[in-house]
């Protein structure tokens, strides 16, 4: 098989792509669209989410130091894209994608309801690294909804439909092809 060299580029894909809600200390509100966001730690719970200096949330986070996170559904597709392309200086995207906006329990951000899980996040550090500025956050609360919960407590994610991003289109989740650990475990 042949390869070629291309240019540096980011070609780690796919991606989460998230709805990222933020309030400035006025009290407006906006919701954008990141598809350049991680897992940084497991303990502490800390997060990262990339975003240009140029977007109409950035001074919100940059000022108030928290963002939530909500994951994004195929259900929530569209206006993950909508969210993404259109700025919140010019119209409000919750009014507009006809979300439902809850408050978050440990920080003052909305959340989006609709969403299967809401991360509440309190940025620690901010490095500027070029065309984005990254967001480095601990996890402060995490809010999931019912009704992927079973009788026993436990939380089915992959039931919510969850989306992934790869370059430049959208995808839904496929099909499980195995658990962590199953390529070690001796089969019965």
């Known amino acids: 098989m042949a390869k070629q060299s291309w240019k540096p580029g980011n070609m780690l894909y796919p991606v989460p792509v998230v709805l990222v809600t933020c309030r400035d200390k006025a009290g407006n509100d906006n919701v954008l669209t990141v598809a350049w966001a991680g897992t940084v730690s497991s303990d502490p719970a800390m997060l990262s989410i990339s975003v240009r200096k140029e977007r109409h949330s950035y001074p919100m986070i940059k000022e108030t130091g928290e963002f ?89 994610i992959n039931d919510a439909n969850l989306v992934a991003y790869s370059h430049g289109e959208y995808y839904s989740l496929g099909e499980k092809l195995g658990t962590f650990g199953y390529s070690v475990r001796k089969s019965e």
């Not at 909508?82 to 006809?98: A, I, L, P, Q």
């Not at 906006?101 to 909305?110: I, L, T, Y």
């Not at 991360?119 to 550090?125: L, N, R």
């Not at 984005?132 to 089915?156: C, I, P, R, W």
């Open 68 to 156: 939530v996170v909500n994951l994004t559904t195929e259900s929530l597709v569209k206006a993950t894209d909508y969210c993404g392309v259109k700025s919140g200086k010019d119209e409000d995207k919750f009014k507009v994608m006809n979300l439902t906006k809850g408050e978050a329990e440990k920080v003052n951000v909305p959340i989006i309801m609709e969403s299967p899980v809401n991360i509440e996040c309190k940025v620690k550090q901010v490095l500027e690294l070029g065309s984005h500025d990254m967001f480095l956050a601990e996890v402060v609360n995490v809010q999931v909804s019912d009704e992927y919960m079973d009788e026993k407590g436990t939380f089915h």
